[in-house]
């Protein structure tokens, strides 16, 4: 008869996407996951996998919760709903105390390109967020929000260029200033 789990799967990801989002990947080692998790090596080994599998199941965990599609897919003028969406990564950059900044960005700089199951989940997160703001700017441009020669895809490669350099720079060196006036000549330079 198969043993029944002694613990929650669900809390235990919870926590090690926490560990892993404060320190990395590679800074975490299976010591520390064990002491956070308050669970046994091969639990996590027979619930999760390994390591790297418990990472991308944590980094798929950040990912389901950061929904970029609703906030830029509500009707009406499609600036207005633009503009909060970006003020929203500068809010999240200046509240962020622990200096976590974006797993997604974390993770794309610390692995670069030497994983590709990984490298996939970061672009395609990329991906989602690239076509949602050239939707967004498809509908202001029919809209007569933006110059009819305005090219919204274009634009949406310069948007997410721009919201994954306010996540480093959030990281780094939070500076309101610096990311509001990023965010202020994005914009002037989507409506031009």
């Given amino acids: 008869m198969a043993r029944s789990k002694e613990f929650d799967p669900e809390s235990a990801l919870e926590k090690a996407l926490e560990l892993f989002w404060e320190r990395g990947y590679e800074a975490t080692s299976m010591a520390d996951l064990v002491a956070h998790l308050g669970i046994a090596r091969a639990s996590i080994y027979g619930t999760f996998g390994g390591k790297r599998e418990l990472y991308l199941k944590a980094l798929e965990l950040y990912l389901a919760r950061h929904d970029v599609v609703a906030p830029l897919s509500q009707p009406g003028p499609a600036l207005p709903a633009l503009r909060a969406f970006l003020d929203s990564y500068v809010a999240e950059c200046l509240a962020d105390e622990a200096r976590r900044g974006c797993m997604v960005v974390n993770t794309a700089i610390e692995f670069a390109s030497r994983d590709p199951d990984v490298s996939r989940k970061v672009a395609a997160s990329w991906t989602e967020l690239e076509t949602v703001m050239a939707a967004t700017l498809v509908r202001a441009r029919a809209q007569g ?48």
């Fill in 145 to 192: 929000e933006i110059p009819a020669d305005k090219d919204p895809h274009a634009l949406a490669r310069f948007l997410l260029v721009l919201l994954q350099g306010l996540r480093v720079l959030g990281r780094a060196d939070p500076d309101p200033r610096r990311l509001r006036d990023a965010v202020n000549q994005a914009m002037t330079a989507v409506q031009i």
